[in-house]
């Protein structure tokens, strides 16, 4: 029967990394497309020991409801930890979620209003203008370049838009293109936060998994007016099954985006937030995510070997510090969606994600994000072997 939706409906598109699951029956493919964990890290033994305590009659509140923020348990250990990483906070400042994604949808909810200017990097997560465009905001974009968002371009679109209550960035180890935005730029960044009034929305689930190099500090420590929404998850650093992320925020922004996670959810899971306050209190989570920078660090220096050595020298890639992809630029006139669709997939047998669709304007075709970390050592050889053979011949 014929329906009549909602305004917002009109914005919400497939996501193109969504598309590309489509693919994954075919088992000749290689895929660098999505952003998974490799689940062959992820630390079985111990999560079995720990959901066994849990699923034991004395534990039965570990399925029972618990309050809306969060399990205090965890809240506190995920205060801590940061704190002891330089970003001081206490218990009441966190707000459990359901997955890091929800982060996105609720700050969004809270902040912009339909036609309001929300500024992004460009380009910027897939993930978060699939979580903003419901609510019908335009975007400001703002280059990018090897040390982050670029603050003078910052600077101009702030003055060519105000009254902007939101800025959106993934300083580190960015995605998708894997860059880190220097300490200078962050401080400069809050600076202009605090002229312009603007909230600054901090997405940082890749922090921990750095590479090379020493951590620059967080927006979040940097913040003088409580203006920056810090913005992370488990997923990437225990397992994205679980669908725990949270975020911290000043007193006054963290109890109304609570509201918003009441009437969104109720309260994430109550089990899997007892795991992993368990897990924090009876494992060393330190000791697994070292494993998992050495085993990711691995990963990115073959793709960037291999890469290389295989592709024509004018594919450009970046060097990330850390996280989970690369970035490949082509020369003018390229496009990857098109080399996807025609060569990569049928001919070669690889997947990747077409750059232009991590831009808010569209457009860009002439990049892709690859992924290493969810591919094994042969796999990535193999892949990026066939797509630069393929890539020689069309760039010739």
Do not use: C
């Not at 200017?117 to 090897?146: C, N, S």
């Amino acid at each position: 029967m014929p329906q009549s939706y909602a305004r917002r409906m009109d914005r919400v598109r497939p996501s193109a990394i969504r598309e590309l699951l489509k693919h994954g029956a075919d088992p000749a493919l290689i895929s660098f497309g999505g952003g998974y964990p490799d689940q062959r890290l992820f630390p079985l033994d111990d999560l079995r020991s720990v959901f066994d305590a849990l699923l034991q009659p004395e534990q039965a509140a570990s399925l029972q409801y618990t309050t809306s923020d969060g399990l205090p348990a965890l809240r506190e250990a995920i205060a801590e930890r940061m704190t002891a990483q330089g970003t001081p906070m206490v218990a009441d400042d966190v707000l459990i979620l359901s997955g890091g994604q929800q982060g996105l949808d609720l700050v969004a909810k809270m902040l912009v209003d339909p036609g309001d200017t929300v500024i992004v990097e460009d380009p910027t997560f897939l993930g978060a203008l699939i979580a903003f465009a419901p609510l019908e905001p335009t975007y400001a974009t703002v280059r990018l370049d090897e040390h982050g968002m670029d603050t003078d371009h910052l600077a101009e679109v702030l003055a060519a838009n105000p009254g902007v209550r939101m800025l959106y960035t993934v300083p580190d180890f960015h995605n998708p293109t894997g860059v880190t935005m220097s300490l200078e730029r962050r401080r400069r960044l809050i600076e202009l936060a605090n002229e312009h009034g603007l909230v600054v929305l901090e997405d940082s689930p890749y922090r921990e998994l750095r590479f090379d190099g020493e951590p620059v500090p967080t927006l979040k420590s940097l913040d003088t007016e409580g203006r920056v929404i810090h913005l992370s998850s488990f997923s990437k650093i225990l397992a994205p099954g679980m669908r725990l992320g949270w975020l911290a925020a000043s007193p006054e922004l963290r109890e109304r985006l609570g509201l918003l996670k009441l009437a969104a959810d109720t309260q994430s899971g109550t089990l899997a937030m007892h795991a992993a306050a368990s897990f924090i209190a009876g494992f060393d989570l330190d000791a697994h995510v070292e494993r998992l920078r050495v085993a990711y660090g691995a990963k990115r220096d073959l793709m960037l070997a291999t890469i290389d050595e295989a592709f024509p020298a004018s594919v450009g890639r970046t060097t990330p510090e850390g996280g989970l992809f690369t970035w490949l630029t082509f020369p003018e006139g390229f496009d990857s969606a098109r080399f996807m669709a025609e060569v990569a997939l049928p001919e070669a047998k690889v997947a990747y994600v077409p750059g232009t669709t991590f831009f808010a304007d569209g457009g860009h075709p002439n990049h892709a994000r690859v992924n290493f970390s969810n591919v094994s050592d042969d796999d990535i050889v193999a892949g990026i072997t066939r797509l630069g053979h393929h890539l020689r011949r069309e760039l010739a």
